[in-house]
């Protein structure tokens, strides 16, 4: 028997959308016969790895299943259902047999008893789940893009003056922690089925190693072979400003054993089976 979801309020808000059929720019002839996902949680490098694997040659990963963002394309691509929304993105977005996105627990979460989307996508295959060793750090610089509407950063720019007139807040920078902790909760909870095959990526490892390393591992764990590799670059920059270094200096002062509580709890990313390996 076909299961049957309950129409969320994405899905009535998509059944509105005038159903136009726009053809995409650049399409693949022939339907993606894998998924590749990367998971991340914010402010663990998804931006800057999906900015590096798309100048490499890769498809493009983004979020094309971020709950705000749905509507916004599924308009552009003129569809006004979960199976045309996800066959004209795989169509547009395909190169070589592979369809590479980014997908969140919380997105996931979301949207699984929304209609019927998550049942067009396959968890199944190798993915990637990018996390941060240091997730004080990843709170702190969650908290800094929240309180300055700036999310990313370019090669070349400054920290604009939003960022420095920002105060301090522990109990905001906490509940950041908590936020992380249970996201990254969900997704052990649903690993059988979410990231049965996947491979583990630190955030500091990333940041850390040279760029063709990278998208040669990716090109590994996703099958798939790059056209670029050698010219391939991301114009994010992983950037730790002094402004975030004193916060989470500041933090660790006085919550030192929340934070060891909460990477105990961590361990399972932390001290990880499967990590990326990378042949320098």
């Known amino acids: 028997m076909t299961p049957t979801y309950p129409n969320g309020p994405r899905t009535k808000a998509l059944s509105t959308l005038l159903n136009r059929q726009v053809a995409p720019i650049t399409c693949s002839s022939q339907p993606p016969n894998?998924?590749?996902?990367?998971?991340?949680?914010?402010?663990?490098?998804?931006?800057?790895?999906?900015?590096?694997?798309?100048?490499?040659?890769?498809?493009?990963?983004?979020?094309?299943?971020?709950?705000?963002?749905i509507l916004r394309i599924a308009s552009y691509l003129g569809v006004n259902t979960w199976a045309d929304y996800v066959n004209s993105v795989k169509q547009k977005r395909t190169i070589d047999g592979v369809f590479a996105h980014e997908m969140t627990f919380q997105f996931w979460d979301m949207l699984r008893n929304d209609g019927d989307v998550m049942s067009h996508l396959d968890f199944s295959g190798p993915?990637?789940?990018?996390?941060?060793?240091?997730?004080?750090?990843?709170?702190?610089?969650?908290?800094?893009?929240?309180?300055?509407?700036?999310?990313?950063?370019?090669?070349?720019?400054?920290i604009t003056q939003n960022e420095l007139q920002i105060p301090y807040n522990e109990n905001e920078i906490r509940e950041k922690i908590l936020y992380i902790c249970k996201q990254e909760t969900g997704l052990k909870e649903h690993?059988?089925?979410?990231?049965?095959?996947?491979?583990?990526?630190?955030?500091?490892?990333?940041?850390a190693?040279?760029?063709?390393?990278?998208?040669?591992?990716?090109?590994?764990?996703a099958e798939f072979k790059a056209s670029n590799v050698d010219k391939a670059r991301s114009y994010y920059v992983p950037v730790r400003s002094a402004i975030s270094q004193g916060m989470c200096t500041q933090f660790m002062e006085r919550n030192?054993?929340?934070v060891a509580d909460i990477q105990s709890r961590r361990k399972w990313l932390l001290n990880n089976k499967d990590p990326l390996t990378f042949t320098q």
């Open 127 to 158: 993915s990637i789940v990018l996390f941060r060793e240091d997730v004080v750090a990843q709170a702190v610089s969650i908290y800094l893009a929240v309180k300055s509407k700036k999310w990313h950063r370019y090669q070349g720019t400054e």
């Open 191 to 207: 690993q059988n089925l979410l990231i049965p095959q996947a491979k583990f990526l630190s955030y500091e490892k990333m940041a």
């Open 34 to 69: 894998r998924d590749f996902v990367i998971w991340f949680t914010a402010r663990t490098g998804s931006t800057w790895l999906g900015s590096l694997l798309f100048s490499a040659g890769f498809p493009k990963p983004s979020e094309y299943f971020h709950p705000n963002k």
């Open 256 to 258: 030192e054993q929340f």
């Open 209 to 221: 190693s040279q760029p063709k390393s990278v998208i040669v591992s990716l090109e590994q764990q």
